[in-house]
């Protein structure tokens, strides 16, 4: 598959599956074929030495929001996957909208698939949607590759990408039954939805209660029941919802949940007026709240943390004096998860094996991905160096994105990518793109 040869690399703080320890992982074609002591010794093309230096496995984020083809003045795959690898990310899974097509069909896939091809800096895997109307593409969709499907409760935003109903939930979910993937939504009620009474970011927040989200996550539950189907909840940001959800899995339901980095580090007081750079949905909450989420996180009734990387044109933000009412909703982090998920991690207790766990291991796991997110033989070669006493400030006219608008403008950050290897190979964005198309199951897509 590949021509990297042979490599071995060495770190004091390797960070395995079952922790962190001293290791050295030998390398051949790509994938990861002995793990050892610090002091392993293996003949190889490259030895590398790190070090004190940490080595994670490289991060999986199952949440970007790419729209290219159709949306490429948002974000595009040439420059969403260049921002990706230079945050330690080595493996994203774009979601089915905003691009033009949406990917509810298999041609639309395929259109997909022929504008990521030739330009993406790490490997890239692909959500299905699933829209009123479309559970007879599902079958075709699986077998072309989607890792799961995708589905909203309310309004996405985007005309050709209708919610389903509480009856379409169960009969799409049932249709997914069988196959394993997951059905991941958007949990947001529409009936707990309101106007904001006015332009201001309280407003916003008081008119996507943390109800919206219960009432739909109970839905997502009984569909779940039902269809015996495997459930996601994505972007969690209320966390009085936690106990519902760990009580289902209690109760044996197949559900998951991912919070996202904004939700973990910012809080609703501090959004000045007018600053639509912070606009999401569901909103960023309360500073209660967000301590909250982090006991979720802590105490495993949150599984994951993944982007949520969702741009659009500055225009569509409305800023300088954005209007929280009609600016459109979505974070711009892919490059800034890692660390700022770790500045507020490790300041809590968390060490890296907890990134390790919320960032790579769950999400590859929830793709399907079995040879992502570890440490491990067997798994693809994908490393990150990160030093995580590194202090920086955010400039987003230094970040990869497409657009440098970003909330965590100016704010100082702890730890930093320092190198980053792609199936055994070290990778910088700009080199040329050598990241894969990938199906469910790790294989090639339509391969
Ligand atoms: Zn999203």
Redesign the pocket.
Known sequence: MSDTGTLLIRSRRMVLPDGVSEGAAFVRDGRIELIGGYDLQQEADQTVDLGDLPLLPGLVDS?V?VNEPGRTEWEGFATATRAALAGGVTTICD?PLNSSPVTTTVAALRAKAAAAAGQCSVDVAFWGGAVPGNTAEFAGLLDAGVVGFKCFLSDSGIPEFPPLSRAELRSAMAALAESGAPMIV?AEDPSQVTEPAGPSYDAFVASRPTVAERRAIETVISAAAFSGARAHI??LAAADCAALIASARAAGIALSAETCPHYLFFAAEEVQPGHTEFKCCPPIRYAVNREALWRALGDGAIDGVVS?H?PCTPSLKGLPDGDFRTAWG?ISSLQLGLPVVWSVARRRGFSLADIARWMSVFPADLAGLPTKGRIAVGHDADFVAFDPDASWAVRGADLLHKHSLTPYEGRTLTGRVTRVWLGGAEVTPDDPPRGRLLARGGGPLGG
Request: no cysteine; aromatic share 0%.
């Open positions: 949440h929001h979601m958007h994505v972007h949520d969702s979505g």
